[in-house]
């Protein structure tokens, strides 16, 4: 079993970056549960463990100390940034760091990338860096922090608006991470087709829905996409909000 320590910085009462209408801390611990969500429901053999799961706050000792004692494979620090000028994406490793280490940011920093550059048009790179910052220093285990875009550049705030660049953070980290760790995915669940209810939207099929126990079950995001609206979901609260664009 592989443990993957995903850490939401800050929390509670230090709020990280603020700008924009945005706060640091919620964005990074919405994205947190989702990764941990999607790696535990999609792969086999891995549990993912997090410094905090609700919005409280942890000294930098506190959740390194936590981190090595869990006997974590690997630590992914979890930010947004600000002062930056004109934004960006970048990752962090130890000045000092292991060749694993470098690996990690390696595989995590192309994937978030090449995910991000999938959805959003004009997201810097800012590139692959090494600092001597304390996650990634006192951490027993290969370690990066990543830095997910700045609040303070009105561009990147945007970005961080809009569901999907949200969930190619998620999807960059997952598939990252995943993909170090030589993971396996787990094999796909076969719904009898006699379950399986075609879904049409102004008589064009979107995607299938699945009738459990008389109810139908329809796939929320398809179905509202092809009526222009958009979808959001909220990690943390487990809510799904349907707006008009």
């Known amino acids: 079993m592989k443990k993957v320590w995903i850490d939401a910085g800050h929390g509670g009462k230090d709020p990280g ?6 706060k640091e801390k919620n ?13 535990e429901a999609n792969y086999d053999g891995v549990q993912v463990l997090l ?8 000294e930098l000792a506190e959740r390194t100390s936590l981190a090595n004692k869990a006997g974590a494979d690997i630590l992914v620090s979890m930010h947004c940034n600000a002062g930056g000028g ?14 694993a280490s470098a690996a990690l940011q390696n595989v995590l920093h192309k994937e978030i990338m090449d995910t991000l550059n999938r959805v959003a048009v004009g997201v ?21 922090l990543t830095e997910n875009l700045f609040l303070d550049v009105a561009t990147d705030a945007a970005k961080l608006k809009k569901d999907a660049v949200i969930q190619a953070i998620v999807d960059g980290h997952v598939t990252g991470i995943a993909q ?8 796909s669940v076969v719904v009898n087709k006699d379950n399986k209810v075609t879904v049409n939207v102004n008589g064009k099929k979107v995607a299938d829905g699945v009738l459990d126990a008389g109810t139908v079950q329809a796939p929320v995001r398809a179905v509202a996409e092809a009526l222009g609206t958009v979808v959001k979901y909220n990690a943390v609260t487990k809510s799904v909000n349907i707006t008009l664009k």
């Open 17 to 22: 970056a603020v700008a924009n209408g945005l």
């Open 27 to 39: 964005i990074v611990l919405s994205v947190s549960l989702e990764i941990k969500k999607r790696l």
């Open 51 to 58: 410094s905090r799961s609700t919005d409280v706050f942890l």
């Open 86 to 99: 004109s934004g960006g994406f970048e990752t962090f490793r130890y000045t000092k760091a292991s060749a």
């Open 124 to 144: 810097i790179n800012r590139g692959q860096k090494a600092d001597n910052l304390h996650m990634v220093r006192e951490s027993k285990m290969p370690a990066v």
């Open 180 to 187: 170090y760790l030589s993971l396996k995915k787990k094999k």
